[in-house]
């Protein structure tokens, strides 16, 4: 049987086929659906972890225990877990043990181009990296087999265009896998450095084995078409090889991307006149080969270090084909730059925090948005959890009058994640930092998935919920206070007090996500005759505002009557009409 499936839903139906037993992951943007497509295979316990290394040692746990195990994550989550990633390494498996990244070129949704096979090489771990959906769950079932058999945790590595791509993939039954013996071994699975020191022998060995396999592994093929050009390329630009160069040049097609295979590319190289080396983002396969000594080869030095390629770029730098014209508008098109939804809970905490003209130190989610005008408040994201953190370090340069202009703002779900150490660092060192956690009852920014504070599990099954205020109160903070930030007036007051304290306080700013199924607004608003023109509305930066030949507009068919625009006007000028 055949089926349409994303890349994701297909290495999540590679590990199903697999026997994988326990899935364990932090949701991020392109890698979310593998973990959500996995709930509906029973026979798998899945779950979303508090952040990346957690659910990485989850999965660690698994494997010693005898299971097949598997995390997914993004490129930046791969930083969280990279801890557990470079010891695991030494230790080995019991069970098979896949970790899949999801690298992001173009930046489509995070806040680097980070290249995940660096990580390969530095923790000497294997990787494989398909190109479609069919190799996607293919690989994966691979990568379960190479990790039991050469002891090792097997990455699979993903790009956007792999993750969200369709592709046809033929669908076969999950294996019979049997949980295997779980042995007490302190020489294998207690890395102090005793037992370190001798498994570090036993991973350079290993290494000249998968270097052996890559080699003489069908996932590393020529497509030899007779031609003096050759191409080394793999996943997704291996697509865009095809499509720009057909039968033009021959083809090393990688699908294992380290180890890479040392003797097949001299090999291939040897009998080309010029090899193009393809691949988006680091030059990560180019380096390689030119180490080997080899000479004509051409790569970055013609391609870009940034973002995706296309067809019509590879077409015009190896074939010298410029792309097919086509007719440019005349009329220039208005700029569409991204923006909180219609009612979204956090447009009230950064419309009260630019008119305080506060300091805000910003984190990673939908929240980061409030960069952007007309709210222009948030000054600086690095990545989950920094908000808290890097608040401090502002607060200990630049001395108390500063922190008391200062806030910081993270999402619950990040918060969870990796800001609470930084709210103990305060805590515990004596800081007088304002905490502004945004809890909007879900994880947004990923597409609506559960998290410890929202009292469900991915299966949406009900268990105990974090409750942030006791969790502030464990960690020392006294000042903690809640409050709905669409009420502009009594927000903007407990903002006031709290900054001003010469103690931590944590302010929860609490209202669900708008397109939440549960959050029912009703009818739409409307701006009446007692209009003054003030403008104050716009400052929200709601979509459904605007200014339209000399007066403010509100358009019904955005407006989901949510009301913090009549919370913001002075004059009373906007009414809710109920449908």
Not at 164 to 183: A, M, T
Request: net charge negative.
């Amino acid at each position: 049987m055949k089926k349409l499936l994303i890349g994701n839903a297909a290495v999540a139906r590679g590990a199903y086929e697999a026997g994988v037993s326990v899935v364990s992951s932090y949701p991020g943007t392109p890698s979310t659906e593998i973990t959500e497509s996995m709930v509906q295979y029973k026979e798998v316990q899945v779950e979303w972890a508090p952040n990346e290394k957690v659910a990485a040692e989850v999965s660690i746990g698994a494997s010693m225990a005898g299971a097949r195990a598997m995390s997914c994550m993004k490129h930046v989550g791969m930083n969280v877990m990279a801890d557990p990633l470079f010891t695991v390494s030494y230790i080995g498996v019991n069970g098979g043990l896949v970790y899949c990244v999801a690298d992001d070129p173009g930046m489509h949704s995070s806040q680097n181009e980070q290249d995940s096979r660096h990580y390969a090489k530095a923790s000497k771990v294997l990787m494989v990296e398909p190109s479609d959906s069919m190799e996607c769950k293919e690989y994966t079932k691979l990568a379960f087999e190479l990790s039991e058999e050469y002891d090792v945790p097997v990455l699979v590595r993903l790009s956007t265009r792999v993750s969200h791509s369709q592709g046809l993939v033929e669908l076969e039954d999950r294996i019979d896998y049997k949980l295997k013996d779980y042995e007490k071994s302190v020489a294998k699975n207690v890395m102090m450095p005793a037992m370190a020191i001798k498994k570090h022998v036993v991973v350079e060995e290993r290494q000249r084995k998968l270097v052996d396999y890559a080699n003489n592994t069908a996932i590393n093929k020529v497509e030899n078409n007779g031609k003096k050009i050759g191409v080394i390329t793999a996943g997704i630009s291996y697509m865009y090889s095809k499509e720009a160069l057909g039968n033009e040049v021959d083809y090393l097609k990688l699908g294992m991307v380290y180890p890479l295979p040392t003797d097949k590319i001299i090999e291939f190289a040897k009998n080309h006149d010029v090899v193009y080396i393809i691949e988006e983002l680091d030059p990560f396969i180019e380096e390689h080969v030119r180490a080997l000594g080899i000479t004509n080869v051409k790569g970055k030095d013609l391609f870009t270090l940034l973002g995706e390629y296309t067809p019509s770029m590879i077409k015009k730098v190896v074939l010298g084909i410029d792309p097919v014209p086509y007719n440019e508008l005349n009329e220039s098109i208005p700029g569409r730059p991204p923006v909180m939804c219609a009612g979204c809970p956090h447009r009230g905490t950064f419309y009260t925090l630019k008119k305080l003209g506060l300091t805000v130190s910003g984190d990673i989610g939908c929240y980061t948005l409030g960069a952007t005008k007309p709210l222009d408040s948030v000054d600086s994201t690095i990545c989950m959890g920094a908000s808290v953190s890097a608040a401090f370090g502002m607060a200990k340069a630049r001395g108390k009058e500063f922190t008391k202009k200062l806030v910081s703002v993270i999402g619950d779900s990040t918060f969870i994640h990796s800001g609470i150490t930084g709210l103990i660092d305060i805590v515990y060192n004596k800081g007088i930092n304002t905490v502004i956690i945004l809890d909007n009852s879900i994880t947004g920014m990923t597409g609506h998935q559960q998290n410890p504070t929202t009292g469900k599990t991915i299966y949406l099954e009900e268990t105990v919920p974090v409750n942030l205020i006791t969790l502030a109160e464990a960690v020392g903070v006294k000042s903690i206070r809640v409050c709905d930030p669409f009420d502009v007036k009594t927000f903007e007051a407990v903002v006031k007090e709290e900054v001003e304290k010469d103690e931590p306080s944590v302010i929860i700013a609490q209202r669900p996500c708008a397109l939440l199924k549960g959050v029912k607004y009703t009818g739409h608003c409307k701006v009446t005759d007692a209009c003054k023109k003030c403008k104050q509305c716009l400052k929200l930066g709601c979509p459904a505002i605007s200014f339209v030949d000399g007066k403010v507009v509100i358009d019904e068919t955005q407006c989901n009557g949510c009301g913090l625009c009549i919370n913001v006007c002075p004059f009373h000028a906007i009414i809710k009409e109920e449908e």
